[in-house]
């Protein structure tokens, strides 16, 4: 897979190209292309069914990968590549968000791709450690999108927190993941598994031109509460 820094990333989804302008040299992450956004998009494209209605077998990702009539909304969208590249795949209702200093980099790559989008896609100002920001967004959410965005040991709490509210029971959260720190890593995984039943994709599941040693996608799901009778 070839990762840029250039300053224009495109990224084909099925018919049409995503353009997205990029700013390396920002104070904010957010600013950059990610290449797990891409690896989750791209991982998507090849397991989404065309036709819905044609269910088959041999897709394991058949059920996970349902977008119709699912509402959505991706934490740490940045520049907002996985939301656009999963619309353009049928996850129709999205909501990107991020945090305020990232919004004008992710309100001008909707606006470049509104031609190919058809519509300016949905957004809002969303700190994973700001209650009343998530439940203005009105969860449960079917799916809960996020990519590299396990990097600060402080925010894994409040993100796993922000993911468990958002996430409806039978929800599922699309992660693209890459270890970027060891103390968040470690503790990202730890909380998880309280909360989640992980599924990790094999790596051969994964776009064979969008996949490299070091990135994953998961599929997580809420476990099951256990009712006392
Ligand atoms: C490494 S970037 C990934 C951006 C994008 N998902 C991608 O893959 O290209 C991490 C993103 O998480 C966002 N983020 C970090 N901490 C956050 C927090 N506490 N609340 C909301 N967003 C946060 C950052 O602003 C940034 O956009």
């Known amino acids: 897979m070839k990762f840029t820094d250039s300053p224009v990333i495109e990224l084909r989804v099925r018919d049409s190209l995503l353009s997205i302008q990029?700013?390396?040299?920002?104070?904010?992450?957010?600013?950059?292309?990610?290449?797990?956004?891409?690896?989750?998009?791209?991982?998507?494209?090849?397991?989404?069914?065309?036709?819905?209605?044609?269910?088959?077998d041999s897709n394991p990702?058949?059920?996970?990968?349902?977008?119709?009539?699912?509402?959505?909304?991706?934490?740490?969208?940045?520049?907002?590549?996985?939301?656009?590249g999963l619309y353009l795949l049928g996850l129709t209702?999205?909501?990107?968000?991020?945090?305020?200093?990232?919004m004008p980099?992710?309100?001008?790559?909707?606006?470049?791709?509104?031609?190919?989008?058809?519509?300016?896609?949905?957004?809002?100002?969303l700190y994973w450690n700001r209650p009343e920001q998530i439940n203005a967004l009105h969860p449960p959410y079917d799916v809960v999108v996020a990519t590299d965005v396990v990097y600060?040991?402080?925010?894994?709490?409040p993100l796993i927190s922000a993911?468990?509210?958002?996430?409806?029971?039978?929800?599922?959260?699309?992660?693209?993941?890459?270890?970027?720190s060891p103390e968040a890593h470690k503790l990202f995984w730890e909380m998880s598994e309280s909360v989640f039943e992980i599924h990790k994709v094999p790596h051969e599941h994964l776009h064979p031109e969008y996949a490299f040693e070091e990135a994953d996608v998961y599929?997580?799901?809420?476990k099951k509460k256990e009712h006392n009778l």
């Open 61 to 84: 990702y058949s059920r996970t990968l349902d977008f119709r009539g699912r509402r959505a909304v991706e934490l740490g969208t940045g520049c907002g590549v996985a939301g656009m």
């Open 22 to 56: 990029q700013d390396n040299g920002s104070f904010h992450v957010g600013t950059s292309v990610w290449p797990c956004s891409l690896v989750l998009v791209k991982f998507a494209e090849r397991w989404v069914q065309p036709d819905p209605n044609t269910s088959s």
């Open 163 to 180: 993911m468990e509210t958002l996430v409806a029971d039978d929800g599922v959260v699309l992660l693209g993941y890459q270890v970027r």
């Open 152 to 157: 600060i040991e402080e925010s894994v709490g």
């Open 219 to 222: 599929v997580l799901k809420k």
């Open 93 to 102: 209702d999205v909501v990107l968000t991020d945090i305020s200093p990232v």
């Open 105 to 125: 980099a992710l309100k001008h790559n909707l606006k470049r791709n509104k031609p190919v989008l058809g519509k300016t896609l949905k957004h809002s100002v």
